[in-house]
């Protein structure tokens, strides 16, 4: 079993900064990669960023240039640098990793609980 825990979310002043962090616990075996979704009310849940086991990332377009993810292998942590946010950034954010629990190669989407990022105008 996998555990995510969150952490670092709140309320911040739009063009303000906040850093989300989240480690991976349980039986690991391997981490293919790590990320961050979020979720708006009345909205579906969005990809905000990801990063794979190599160092790659993908962002969401309307995140570029203002989040930066990293991810540490050794700790299997990931986080999110938030910085020049905006009220549109509200959300609950979730932290996701896909893990393997044995030697084979079957990944599975573990989700973290969520942490509430709320932006003011």
């Known amino acids: 079993q996998v555990q995510l825990v969150e952490s670092g979310g709140g309320l911040v002043q739009a063009g303000g900064s906040l850093r989300l962090s989240c480690a991976a616990s349980?039986?690991?075996?391997?981490?293919?990669?790590m990320g961050w979704y979020r979720q708006a009310p009345g909205k579906q849940r969005e990809l905000v960023a990801i990063i794979t086991s190599g160092g790659s990332t993908e962002y969401a377009d309307s995140v570029k240039g203002r989040f930066t993810i990293s991810g540490d292998n050794a700790k299997n942590t990931v986080s999110l640098q938030m910085n020049s946010l905006k009220p549109e950034d509200t959300a609950v954010y979730y932290c996701?990793?896909?893990?393997?629990?044995?030697?084979?190669?079957?990944?599975?989407?573990?989700w973290g609980q969520g942490t509430q990022v709320t932006v003011s105008s």
């Open positions: 996701k990793g896909v893990i393997s629990t044995t030697r084979l190669p079957i990944y599975v989407d573990s």
């Open positions: 349980g039986s690991i075996f391997r981490v293919n990669a």
